[in-house]
């Protein structure tokens, strides 16, 4: 990792958005297994009603993500939904430590801090899943 030096040098300073780190945690945390979304469950069925209209990108990468970015340091605070049957312990240490090593790696910040708030737990079957779904019989 390069450290928060690099962004001050003697030719110049370089500053990254909050929305630039927002959205570098937001692809690290749904890149581990585990994590079935992010957000909580008003901005999440937002997110949802999103994805269905015809020509929209689909959920936001920021969603469920906040930050606080200095000059050398950010702090990050998350809302995860988890699969049932993971261990969310195992999965909070998955998640900061992806997102710790993105956002350093990508800018050069020093992460100070990465809260996690598990907000929800999937359970297979669940409604919003199976919309979508035909339904399954047990009988031919």
């Known amino acids: 990792m390069t450290g928060p030096k690099s962004l001050v040098t003697e030719r110049g300073r370089t500053t990254i958005a909050?929305?630039?780190?927002?959205?570098?945690a937001g692809i690290a945390a749904r890149e581990v297994a585990g994590v079935y979304d992010l957000g909580t469950g008003g901005p999440r069925a937002i997110g949802a009603v999103?994805?269905?209209?015809?020509?929209s990108?689909?959920?936001?990468?920021?969603?469920?993500?906040?930050?606080?970015v200095g000059e050398t340091q950010a702090a990050v605070d998350v809302?995860?939904?988890c699969v049932y049957g993971v261990s969310i312990a195992?999965?909070?240490?998955a998640v900061r430590r992806n997102i710790i090593q993105a956002i350093e790696g990508m800018t050069g910040l020093q992460v100070v801090e990465v809260n996690i708030a598990v907000d929800d737990l999937?359970?297979?079957?669940?409604a919003d899943?199976?919309?979508d779904a035909?339904?399954?019989?047990?009988?031919q």
């Not at 999103?50 to 020509?55: D, K, L, S, V, Y």
């Not at 999937?122 to 669940?126: P, S």
């Not at 035909?134 to 009988?139: E, G």
């Open 18 to 24: 909050d929305v630039v780190v927002q959205k570098i």
């Open 50 to 55: 999103r994805e269905r209209i015809p020509g």
């Open 57 to 68: 990108r689909g959920p936001s990468v920021t969603q469920g993500v906040s930050v606080e």
């Open 79 to 81: 809302d995860i939904v």
């Open 90 to 93: 195992e999965l909070a240490a």
């Open 122 to 126: 999937r359970v297979a079957g669940d």
């Open 129 to 131: 899943e199976d919309a």
């Open 134 to 139: 035909s339904p399954v019989t047990r009988v």
